[in-house]
């Protein structure tokens, strides 16, 4: 079907095409009953006006970016961006902006998209994920000038605005929890060092460990089922294995209690295991698993109205999300 233009609405109006741009562009040149006229026929005919010619008029590309620097296959297991991206899409309905998704395998091919959406206006501005420590990202984007939310933070943002949920306040109440329940030997299984979130959650891990005199360890696997079995295998076959694990995401968790069937280790009677991010991955395997439930996607929500703010020249305020909650479930028991 051709894409209906500019002439074909001042034929079929009876028009000039110069008031039909007057009338489609809000500019004074023509009668009120005219400009409602023109407007009821481009709609009529599905007329849009199109992204290439506005970015040219206003300098808008009408879209927002978002770069995921992961492997495409851990990608499409990963609940967690699953909920982000509905989050996101929810608050951008009836905006006149969509989402550009790029998925990137490495932290130069993310920095070089953002160079080249920027040289090629094909963003107005960009939301940023997996916060690392020194991001080069940061000023990059300060550099450019290209607005940006952060999901993260808020330590190493560098003055940008972001979204942050308190990582360390949920992980603190992990191990009072297990604690209470009589455990005394801990591992947690974290995601990859340089993010600034794993950061956050070590820090009090290894700070409510020390104060609950506990025997507490983290390790680092790449957030997939399969890097986590690995790793899990060789704690629960070494010696001094722990009654109590906890996991920076939900698909690791759900590989844990897989090895921990395979090993022949009873949950929770012989060992509890604790997920991160409470998807329905954690509701439907058995015996369901205890998570930390975070709001993902008010997280998604919230950055976009920033970003929006930020792209309409506001300096927009940090938003702290609601507390995580940690919901027990039955892979959590008292020590035997």
Not at 102 to 121: H, I, K, P
Not at 314 to 330: C, G, H, N, S
């Amino acid at each position: 079907m051709k894409r209906p233009t500019i002439a074909d609405i001042a034929k079929a109006a009876g028009v000039s095409k110069g008031a039909v741009s007057y009338a489609l562009n809000g500019r004074p040149g023509v009668a009120e009953s005219t400009r409602r006229r023109i407007l009821e026929i481009a709609q009529g005919l599905g007329w849009a006006p199109s992204s290439a010619a506005r970015a040219l008029s206003d300098g808008r590309a009408g879209a927002l970016g978002l770069v995921i620097d992961r492997p495409a296959r851990m990608l499409a297991a990963e609940p967690y961006f699953m909920h982000l991206l509905a989050g996101i899409e929810a608050a951008l309905t009836g905006s006149p902006f969509a989402l550009l998704l790029q998925v990137t395998d490495n932290a130069s091919a993310e920095l070089d998209t953002y160079r080249r959406w920027w040289a090629e206006r094909r963003v107005d501005g960009v939301l940023l994920v997996d916060l690392r420590v020194d991001d080069p990202r940061v000023p990059l984007l300060a550099e450019m000038g290209l607005p940006a939310v952060v999901l993260g933070g808020p330590d190493g943002v560098g003055g940008l605005p972001c979204v942050w949920t308190d990582d360390g306040v949920a992980m603190t109440e992990v191990l009072r929890y297990l604690a209470a329940l009589g455990h005394r030997r801990v591992v947690r299984v974290a995601g990859p060092p340089e993010f600034v979130h794993t950061r956050t959650r070590t820090n009090a891990f290894e700070a409510e460990a020390v104060a609950l005199g506990l025997d507490a360890t983290t390790v680092h696997a790449d957030y997939s089922d399969e890097g986590a079995a690995v790793v899990v295998r060789r704690i629960l076959t070494a010696g001094d294995a722990p009654t109590a694990m906890v996991f920076d995401n939900d698909v690791m968790a759900v590989a844990a209690l897989g090895v921990a069937q395979e090993l022949g280790l009873p949950v929770p009677e012989r060992l509890s295991l604790i997920a991160w991010d409470d998807s329905t991955l954690c509701r439907l395997v058995r015996p369901a698993l205890t998570a930390v439930r975070r709001p993902i996607y008010e997280r998604g929500t919230d950055a976009v109205r920033l970003l929006l703010a930020a792209i309409a020249g506001e300096r927009p305020a940090d938003v702290r999300t609601e507390q995580p909650v940690l919901v027990a479930r039955a892979s959590t028991g008292r020590r035997h």
